[in-house]
C-alpha cells in the first residue's frame, strides 16, 4: 500500500475529527456525544459531513444530530449542531433516541450580570469610537460588520474565543456613557457555569476558553437522555 493508511485515517488524517475516530476505535465507547458549529453539515458542499458518517460506519456506529440554540437556557443566541451516537454492535441499528425537548424561556441577560464592574471592562473613548467608525464604514458598504451592544432585558449574539480582542461581539449598554464589556465571571455564567466554578487564568485566557466552552446546561439535558436511553437499551441492568 506504499505506506497509505486505510479507511478512516486516510479519510480523516490531518483533522480533529481523526482523533475522535481514534479513541472511538480503540475504547469502543457504548454511546458517545459531539459537539460542533451548526454549519457543519454544509461544510465543503457537504464532504465534511459524509466523512464523518463513512467513518463512523467503518467503526459500527451509528448517530442521531440536531441543531440547538441554547438560548432557552442562557441569554446567548448559539446554534450548535450536536452529535450522539451508539455502537451498533452493542445496540443493534435501529435505536431510537430523542433530543429532550426544553421549554421557550429565554432568560434575560440581567440575569447573568454582576452588580459591581471594575472600570477597566468600560470602553476606553479611543476604542468605542473606532468601534463605531469600523460598524459605519462597513455598513456603507453593505456588510454586517460591527460590534453587538445589548441592553439587560435582551439576549446576546454568540461569544467567541476572540472576544478577550476588543468585546466588540457583546457589549453592554451604559446610560450616556461608553459600553463595558462582560467580566469573566459573567461570561462563565453566559455559558451556563455555576459562581462555584473557579476561574483561575487571566481575563485574556478566561475569555478564549468560555468563548470556546460548551454550554453546560444544554449538555446535561442531553447526556440525561442519553443515559435514559442507555438504559433503556442495556434493559435497566447498569453493568455494561
Given at each position: 500500500?506504499?505506506?497509505?493508511?486505510?479507511?478512516?485515517e486516510d479519510k480523516t488524517?490531518?483533522?480533529?475529527?481523526?482523533?475522535?475516530?481514534?479513541?472511538?476505535?480503540?475504547?469502543?465507547?457504548?454511546?458517545?456525544?459531539?459537539?460542533?458549529?451548526?454549519?457543519?453539515?454544509?461544510?465543503?458542499?457537504?464532504?465534511?459531513?459524509?466523512?464523518?458518517?463513512?467513518?463512523?460506519?467503518?467503526?459500527?456506529?451509528?448517530?442521531?444530530?440536531?441543531?440547538?440554540?441554547?438560548?432557552?437556557?442562557?441569554?446567548?443566541?448559539?446554534e450548535r449542531v450536536y452529535?450522539?451516537?451508539?455502537?451498533?454492535?452493542?445496540?443493534?441499528?435501529?435505536?431510537?433516541?430523542?433530543?429532550?425537548?426544553?421549554?421557550?424561556?429565554?432568560?434575560?441577560?440581567?440575569?447573568?450580570?454582576?452588580?459591581?464592574?471594575?472600570?477597566?471592562?468600560?470602553?476606553?473613548?479611543?476604542?468605542?469610537?473606532?468601534?463605531?467608525?469600523?460598524?459605519?464604514?462597513?455598513?456603507?458598504?453593505?456588510?454586517?460588520?460591527?460590534?453587538?451592544?445589548?441592553?439587560?432585558?435582551?439576549?446576546?449574539?454568540?461569544?467567541?474565543?476572540?472576544?478577550?480582542?476588543?468585546?466588540?461581539?457583546?457589549?453592554?449598554?451604559?446610560?450616556?456613557?461608553?459600553?463595558?464589556?462582560?467580566?469573566?465571571?459573567?461570561?462563565?455564567?453566559?455559558?451556563?457555569?455555576?459562581?462555584?466554578?473557579?476561574?483561575?487564568?487571566?481575563?485574556?485566557?478566561?475569555?478564549?476558553q468560555f468563548g470556546n466552552?460548551?454550554?453546560?446546561?444544554?449538555?446535561?439535558?442531553?447526556?440525561?437522555?442519553?443515559?435514559?436511553?442507555?438504559?433503556?437499551?442495556?434493559?435497566?441492568?447498569?453493568?455494561?
Amino acid at each position: 500500500s506504499l505506506g497509505k493508511k486505510h479507511g478512516f485515517e486516510d479519510k480523516t488524517q490531518g483533522t480533529l475529527f481523526f482523533n475522535i475516530a481514534r479513541i472511538l476505535k480503540v475504547k469502543r465507547p457504548k454511546m458517545f456525544l459531539l459537539e460542533n458549529v451548526k454549519n457543519l453539515k454544509s461544510h465543503d458542499k457537504g464532504n465534511t459531513f459524509k466523512v464523518i458518517t463513512d467513518t463512523l460506519g467503518e467503526l459500527n456506529y451509528k448517530f442521531n444530530y440536531k441543531v440547538v440554540d441554547a438560548i432557552n437556557h442562557v441569554p446567548q443566541h448559539r446554534e450548535r449542531v450536536y452529535i450522539v451516537g451508539y455502537d451498533t454492535k452493542k445496540f443493534g441499528d435501529d435505536v431510537e433516541f430523542y433530543f429532550p425537548k426544553v421549554p421557550e424561556n429565554k432568560p434575560k441577560l440581567s440575569s447573568i450580570l454582576e452588580v459591581n464592574v471594575d472600570k477597566k471592562y468600560i470602553l476606553s473613548d479611543h476604542l468605542w469610537n473606532y468601534l463605531q467608525q469600523y460598524a459605519e464604514k462597513h455598513k456603507n458598504q453593505g456588510n454586517g460588520f460591527g460590534f453587538g451592544l445589548v441592553d439587560k432585558n435582551s439576549t446576546t449574539r454568540t461569544l467567541s474565543a476572540r472576544y478577550y480582542k476588543d468585546g466588540s461581539e457583546i457589549l453592554i449598554k451604559r446610560n450616556n456613557s461608553n459600553p463595558r464589556k462582560l467580566t469573566p465571571r459573567e461570561c462563565a455564567r453566559l455559558m451556563g457555569y455555576d459562581d462555584n466554578y473557579k476561574i483561575p487564568v487571566s481575563d485574556t485566557q478566561a475569555y478564549k476558553q468560555f468563548g470556546n466552552s460548551v454550554v453546560v446546561p444544554v449538555i446535561s439535558d442531553i447526556a440525561k437522555e442519553m443515559i435514559n436511553t442507555f438504559k433503556r437499551l442495556n434493559g435497566n441492568n447498569g453493568k455494561h
